[in-house]
């Protein structure tokens, strides 16, 4: 347990203060608005956080999954997708915000962010130094 917490604040302490407290703005927007939305937000922190390989990919699925589920409606969907690109950004710089496509109507029918998410992760792997 305790290398866990330690972990945790190595982490922490890479991240930028400012992405932190809009993130945490951003969590309680939400609970106040979406509280449903607040939850997936929160297990997308915990699953980037957790998984730091796969997280951006499998929370690009998730997300891509939920647009076909319903998550589609004009606002909500809105929200996650802005969220998953932020993420995306944060991650994969100017190349995250090709999820900017999901906010035109109708092109959240496409995976978009999954796709996005696998194509930046493989480039990535395979040229690591212009990224």
């Not at 647009?67 to 993420?87: E, N």
């Amino acid at each position: 347990m305790e290398s866990f917490i330690e972990n945790t604040k190595k982490a922490l302490k890479d991240i930028p203060p400012v992405y932190i407290v809009g993130a945490l703005a951003f969590v309680i927007y939400l609970l106040e608005t979406h509280p449903i939305l607040a939850g997936f937000v929160v297990f997308g922190f915990l699953i980037t956080f957790i998984f730091k390989k796969w997280g951006v990919i499998i929370l690009s699925i998730l997300a891509d999954f939920a647009d076909y589920m319903g998550a589609a409606v004009p606002i909500v969907g809105d929200f996650l997708d802005i969220f998953i690109v932020i993420i995306q950004a944060a991650r994969y710089g100017t190349q995250g915000f090709v999820g900017l496509f999901e906010l035109i109507p109708f092109a959240d029918l496409f995976p978009i962010l999954a796709i996005n998410a696998a194509f930046a992760e493989h480039k990535k792997k395979n040229n690591p130094a212009t990224t």
